[in-house]
């Protein structure tokens, strides 16, 4: 089956630039999409179609893509950035996928 | 202001059965596809099944494909999963979502979220 691969943690100081990628054979072809999910809350779409960013979402939220991986970059990011962020995508048949998710911590 | 609340949830048995709803507001609820998407305990998401805004259509993942069904009633803008043959590691918060087109396909994405509800299957 179709897997899309995170790394489980990235670590940044304040104000550097958190960088979360996703990789996956079919996203050259297929949009990617970015949640965060704070503790105990329900996830938050935060990129959609590999670089766009919904109304109310930071600027500092962007996203990017190259080939068979796409990025979440973070730029200077805060404490309250801290969560757990999950790419979307599908694969050639359309069936919807989520990574493993990655784990950011900002300190 | 848009809104989606889950019900539904609960604790039952290896084996048994449970409907969860969703019900929607503050939009058009059939001109959007809506999602069901759950989470183990500690894990991941994982998307579980999506219905077109006609109800017409309806997708499943093979981990839970002949076990459940998803339906719509337009009519009172809600979303249901009817959840047989449950199994221990479908042990897992459940959230309804929407997207923002009709029709589920490849770009489907979960815009909005509920807050969730808990299923847990245990003997």
């Known amino acids: 089956s179709y897997e899309l691969t995170q790394p489980p943690s990235v670590s940044v100081s304040p104000g550097q630039t958190a960088r979360i990628t996703c990789s996956g054979s079919a996203l050259p072809r297929q949009y990617a999409y970015w949640y965060q999910q704070k503790t105990g809350q329900a996830p938050v779409l935060v990129i959609y179609?590999?670089?766009e960013r919904p109304s109310g979402i930071p600027a500092r939220f962007y996203g990017s893509t190259s080939g068979t991986t796409v990025t979440l970059s973070i730029i200077a990011a805060q404490a309250e950035d801290e969560a757990d962020y999950y790419c979307q995508s599908a694969d050639s048949s359309g069936t919807l996928v989520f990574g493993g998710g990655t784990k950011l911590t900002v300190l | 202001e848009e809104q989606l609340l889950e019900s539904g949830g609960g604790l039952v048995q290896p084996g048994g059965s449970l409907r969860l709803s969703c019900t929607a507001s503050g939009f058009i609820f059939s001109d959007c596809a809506m999602s069901w998407v759950r989470q183990a305990p500690g894990k991941g998401l994982e998307w579980v099944s999506s219905?077109?805004?006609?109800?017409?259509?309806?997708y499943f993942a093979d981990s839970v494909k002949g076990r459940f069904t998803m339906s719509r009633d337009n009519s009172n803008n809600t979303v249901y999963l009817q959840m047989n043959s449950l199994r221990v590691e479908d042990t897992a918060v459940y959230y309804c979502?929407?997207?923002?087109?009709?029709?589920?396909?490849?770009?489907?994405?979960?815009?909005?979220w509920g807050q969730g509800t808990l299923v847990t299957v245990s003997s």
């Open positions: 179609k590999d670089t």
């Open positions: 979502a929407e997207a923002p087109t009709p029709i589920v396909g490849s770009t489907t994405f979960f815009r909005r």
């Open positions: 219905i077109s805004g006609s109800g017409g259509k309806s």
